[in-house]
């Protein structure tokens, strides 16, 4: 595989990405609360070590009723996933060098044959944060650029960045190396190391994909995927109204279910006696401790 520039080639190419960023405050337009269409920004997330076999059907059911996007899995659970939404349009979507990022390249190749023999149809890779932190950018590429041509489209390539670890400069030479790399989501964190995701992250990531499709020939936007502390549709909303098009949470049928609550209560808006209903207890298949 090419390494295409050197380092300090590269660098001088995402400084100029970096001098071109408008972050704008818009509110993006999004699905209406409690429709389908939000339902399918989801990716309903399992990635707990300790998960036994009946959470995965658990997950897997919920994700057919509630209709989401993808149930988002490690790597030795998805042809059991797949398995359970055979006949549904939903899709199994793996985790790949999980949760750090820095496993070695053969590491992640195996993962990624692992989870395309087993059906996956999208793969969450961790970057490996520290050699981009240290400006070893062709590294990064390389790593990339294989793992893109293991994983052809349309298998759907999602860049787990962990803005957690990263500066405003890092994140943007992160999204610059995903693009380049023919990636299709920059996705905010793992949810298992620091801060998820941020409404500013989200806002700075959605402003990188729009500056890198103007350098690309290919046309295709990258599209940005807000994941980590989702748990509220409050939550939900803000970082879909500040560019994310995907949403990787454990939280999805509360999210759900609190969407269509505000819906309810706006076509009829409860007595003084009715209560806000509480959030469900864990029979419900949550996964976030709270
Ligand atoms: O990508 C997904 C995250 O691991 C989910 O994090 P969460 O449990 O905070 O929703």
Known sequence: MTTRYTNDEWARIIAEVEEDIVVSQETHP????????????????????????????????????????TVCVRPYVVAKCVSDLRGTDIKVACVIGFHEGTYDLYHKMQETKQALAAGAAELDIVLNYPELK??????????????????????????????????????????????????????????????GATVENVRLMAACCKRLVTGSSHGR????????????????????????????????????KEGKQSVERSLSPPSVHERRPSRPGLSTRLYTSY
């Open 30 to 69: 999004i699905p209406d609360i409690g429709s389908p269409a939000l339902a399918k920004t989801i990716d309903h997330t399992l990635l707990k070590l300790d998960a036994k076999a009946v959470q995965f059907d658990d997950l897997c059911a919920e994700a057919r009723v509630d209709g989401f996007a």
């Open 221 to 256: 936007r990258m599209q940005v995927k807000a994941s980590g502390g989702i748990k509220t549709i409050e939550d939900a909303t803000a970082m879909l109204e500040a560019g994310a098009t995907r949403l990787g949470t454990s939280s999805g049928v509360w999210i759900v």
């Open 134 to 195: 240290v400006g070893d950018y062709s590294s990064v590429y390389n790593e990339l650029a294989t793992l893109r041509q293991q994983a052809a489209h349309p298998v759907l390539l999602k860049l787990i960045i962990e803005t957690s670890q990263l500066d405003r400069s890092q994140i943007i030479a992160a999204c610059a190396m995903a693009a380049a790399a023919n990636f299709d989501f920059v996705k905010t964190s793992t949810g298992f190391n620091g801060q």
